[in-house]
């Protein structure tokens, strides 16, 4: 389950060839000719993640720890040193690509980044250009000494690929299948870290839900769905399981405001089997897609009387003018102090419009 407005968080991460002399138009196959390197020597390698963003490159990660297994020399690209092979990763289509010339006899570049193309502010996934790693890379065990900050006694993977869900913003069906299914193992990933960050989209989904929450449950570790929960398809059993893995937020999402109905037994279900507090459970609720402002502001409030955070997430919010109604809504409820104070969106939009309240409020 990924959190409202997903493309913005995915973290998909497969390899195609590039533009490069070697590679072009061919799919990265490092280990079709039976070598690793270019004639079977050591290589050198670098490592560009393009968006730089607050969170490891898994592929990268898994990258390097094939490459160093196979006794290349791996580092991170630097534009003084000359390379074998460059690999290049990139999450967010509308990052900016390295715009220099590459010292390198070869590059690589993969990730939903490249995948993804934004057309009249629509996002179009083209399916060839995602290739996966091959499967001795893709379960490996990462090498977090890459990101020795971001992975600091903290595990990152996914256990499952795919969503039965199709909503239209997202392209998990396309990309990753209909089906949730077992991809590995927490082991694969996990080595006694204190904290585990996972990014599967839709762990309740897949038919092994229960072995592989018992497997988080047993390592003890704390454990983050970074992906979300999808609260639609809790159950007694399920909520049962989840109170015994160790947390300490925890993400839901509800996109679709026609969905009232079958979601808030089981937000409530939820709380009362697993008596978690407010401030841990977060629910993402989209905005500026196909509901009305009545709709997201009532969501809002539903939540905050079921004893969960909302975070309002927009959709295409660059295209909002300055002062739209969805940017106050979104300043209000994702502020959690403000959200405290004013109990309601005309509360705190009469407390917008006054600089002296604002200020006696220290917002
Ligand atoms: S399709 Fe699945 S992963 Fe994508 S937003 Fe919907 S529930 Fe989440």
């Known amino acids: 389950m990924n959190k409202a407005s997903c493309s913005l968080k995915q973290q998909h991460w497969y390899f195609s060839s590039c533009g490069s002399k070697e590679t072009s138009g061919q799919p990265y196959r490092p280990t079709e000719t039976g070598q690793h390197g270019l004639r079977g020597e050591v290589m050198n390698i670098g490592l560009m993640d393009i968006d730089s963003h607050n969170f490891p490159s898994i592929p990268l990660m898994k990258l390097s720890a094939w490459h160093k297994k196979q006794g290349d020399h791996v580092e991170r690209y630097s534009e003084f040193c000359e ?3 460059v690999y290049k990763s990139k999450v967010f289509s509308f990052s900016d690509d390295y715009q220099y010339a590459i010292n390198a006899k070869e590059v690589i570049q993969g990730g939903s980044g490249y995948c993804i193309k934004n057309v009249d502010d ?20 990462p090498d977090y000494s890459l990101y020795p900050e971001l992975t600091k006694d903290t595990a990152y993977g996914r256990l499952t690929l795919g969503c ?13 299948g209909l089906v949730s299914r077992k991809v590995a193992c927490v082991s694969e990933f996990w080595d006694g870290q204190k904290n585990i960050v996972l990014i599967d ?30 609260i639609r398809l809790m159950t007694n059993e399920k909520a049962q399981l989840i109170k015994q893995i160790k947390q300490q937020n925890m993400y839901f999402a509800w996109d679709r405001y026609q969905d009232k109905e079958m979601i808030l037994p089981k937000f409530k279900l939820f709380k009362e089997i ?31 009387e079921m004893g969960y955070w909302a975070y309002v997430m927009v959709y295409n919010k660059y295209l909002l003018p300055k002062g739209h109604e969805i940017l106050k ?18 509360e705190y939009k009469n ?13």
């Open 122 to 141: 629509i996002e179009i996934y083209n399916k060839l250009l995602d290739i996966n790693l091959p499967y001795e890379i893709e379960h490996i065990y």
């Open 274 to 304: 697993t008596g978690f507090k407010e401030r841990k459970l977060i629910v993402y609720v989209l905005t500026n897609y196909d509901t009305t402002f009545e709709q997201d502001v009532e969501r809002v409030e539903i939540l905050r």
């Open 164 to 176: 039965p869900r199709q909503c239209s913003f997202c392209h998990t069906g396309v990309k990753d």
């Open 329 to 346: 809504l979104q300043r209000w409820v994702n502020n959690r102090f403000i959200f405290s104070k004013c109990k309601t969106f005309k």
């Open 351 to 363: 407390l917008d419009n006054s600089n002296v309240s604002i200020r006696l409020l220290g917002i």
């Open 83 to 85: 390379y074998d092979r």
């Open 201 to 230: 989209q839709n762990i309740l989904a897949c038919r092994d839900w229960k072995e592989l929450l018992t497997q988080l449950k047993e390592t003890k570790a704390n454990v983050k769905f970074d992906g979300g929960l999808d």
